[in-house]
């Protein structure tokens, strides 16, 4: 019923830059907070960084001042600018829809996308 499609990820060199977007689809009222998290082989899951729909953002430290999250609320679209890549940066980045309400439907609901890899070579 809901759907979140990531796209934007691929193969870049150290110190290169990109940008991933997450578009959210279905019968969807409203989405409270959007994020990324990534998920590197034999590590668990992490919070990459979150916006809220007022636009509050938080971001993991190892992150701050290289990535930078932002949403359009209208479109239900989460993107996320990555600068300065490391190779620890490389990852399967997921992006993830919070309370979500549907419309015609009690509760609130969280939903994961598919994923997109990143890989950062040194």
């Known amino acids: 019923q809901v759907q979140l499609v990531e796209s934007g990820g691929g193969l870049v060199q150290a110190g290169g830059s990109l940008r991933l977007s997450c578009a959210a689809s279905g019968s969807i009222f409203s989405i409270n907070a959007m994020g990324w998290y990534r998920q590197a082989p034999g590590k668990q899951r992490e919070l990459v960084a979150l916006?809220?729909?007022?636009?509050?953002?938080n971001y993991a430290d190892s992150v701050k001042g290289r990535f930078t999250i932002s949403r359009a609320n209208a479109k239900n679209t989460v993107y996320l600018q990555m600068n300065s890549l490391k190779p620890e940066d490389t990852a399967v980045y997921y992006c993830?829809?919070?309370?979500?309400?549907?419309?015609?439907?009690?509760?609130?609901?969280?939903?994961w996308g598919q994923g997109t890899q990143v890989t950062v070579s040194s």
């Open positions: 993830k829809g919070e309370d979500v309400i549907i419309n015609n439907r009690p509760g609130k609901y969280t939903y």
């Open positions: 916006i809220t729909s007022g636009g509050s953002t």
